[in-house]
C-alpha cells in the first residue's frame, strides 16, 4: 500500500515565479491537508481540502491556492514567488471520519531564489 | 487558540539512557495532542496520539507519552535510547473537528553511543 506520495522531490525557481506541487493521498483517504516548513521550524498549516473544496485555511496570503481532484489528489499553487517562500512542503492526507489523525508524505524542497 | 511549547530544541542523551522531551500546550477546550517524528530529509511519522481516552498513550517505537492536564502538559518518553531515535520530534495540538494541527517548534534528539 503506497503512503502519501508528493512531486517533485527538489524545485528551484526564482523570484516572481509561480510553482506547482502536487500530492496524492493514502489509498482510501480523502482529506488532504498541506502544511509550510521553513528551516527550522515546526510545520504551518496552509489550508486543506475535502470533497474538492477547500475547508479550512491557516494565515497564508491569496498567492497560495490550491485544488483537489475527483481521484482525492491535490495540488498547491504559489504564485509571485518570493525568498521567504523557500521551505519544504509537507502533504499530509486523512481517512474519512479521522481527519485529525494525518499521514505525512516526504515533502518537496522549494528553493527560490 | 491553542499552541504548543517544546521546551529545548536541543535534547541530548547516551544510548541506553532516558528519553524525555517536553511539550506543555494551551487550549480553551479539551485538546487532541500528538507526537511526530521527522528523520532527516523526510516527512513527518505519526508516534502516538491523545484523543482524551486513555491519559498514558503508548506509540511506536517504543515512545510513550501521558496527557497531564492539570500541569497543560504532553511530555514523550522513551526508557532507553536507541541511535535509530536520532531525529526532529514535534508535538502538536489539534481541536476536535477542526482537523487542522498546530506544531511546536521542535526538539532535535541526539543519542551518542
Known amino acids: 500500500d503506497a503512503g502519501v506520495t508528493q512531486s517533485p522531490t527538489h524545485l528551484i525557481k526564482t523570484r516572481g515565479q509561480q510553482v506547482t506541487l502536487r500530492c496524492s493521498p493514502k489509498?482510501?483517504?480523502?482529506?488532504v491537508s498541506w502544511y509550510q516548513q521553513a528551516l527550522g521550524q515546526g510545520p504551518q498549516f496552509i489550508f486543506q481540502y475535502y470533497e474538492e473544496e477547500e475547508r479550512q485555511r491557516g494565515n497564508f496570503p491569496d498567492r497560495f491556492s490550491g485544488h483537489q481532484f475527483p481521484n482525492y489528489s491535490s495540488e498547491l499553487n504559489v504564485n509571485a514567488l518570493l525568498l521567504g517562500d523557500s521551505a519544504l512542503y509537507l502533504c499530509?492526507?486523512?481517512?474519512?471520519?479521522?481527519?485529525?489523525?494525518?499521514?505525512f508524505g516526504p515533502g518537496t524542497r522549494l528553493t527560490v531564489l | 487558540a491553542q499552541s504548543v511549547t517544546q521546551l529545548g530544541s536541543h535534547v541530548s542523551v547516551s544510548e541506553g539512557a532516558l528519553v524525555l522531551l517536553r511539550c506543555n500546550y494551551s487550549s480553551s477546550v479539551p485538546p487532541y495532542l500528538f507526537w511526530y517524528v521527522q528523520y532527516p530529509n523526510q516527512g513527518l511519522q505519526l508516534l502516538l496520539k491523545y484523543t482524551s481516552a486513555a491519559t498514558l498513550v503508548k506509540g511506536i517505537n517504543g515512545f510513550e507519552a501521558e496527557f497531564k492536564k492539570s500541569e497543560t502538559s504532553f511530555h514523550l518518553t522513551k526508557p532507553s535510547a536507541h541511535m535509530s531515535d536520532a531525529a526532529e520530534y514535534f508535538c502538536?495540538?489539534?481541536?476536535?473537528?477542526?482537523?487542522?494541527?498546530?506544531f511546536g517548534t521542535g526538539t532535535r534528539l541526539q543519542v551518542f553511543p
Open positions: 489509498s482510501g483517504h480523502d482529506t
Open positions: 499530509a492526507s486523512s481517512p474519512t471520519g479521522e481527519a485529525d489523525t494525518q499521514y
Open positions: 502538536a495540538v489539534s481541536v476536535h473537528n477542526t482537523d487542522k494541527l498546530i
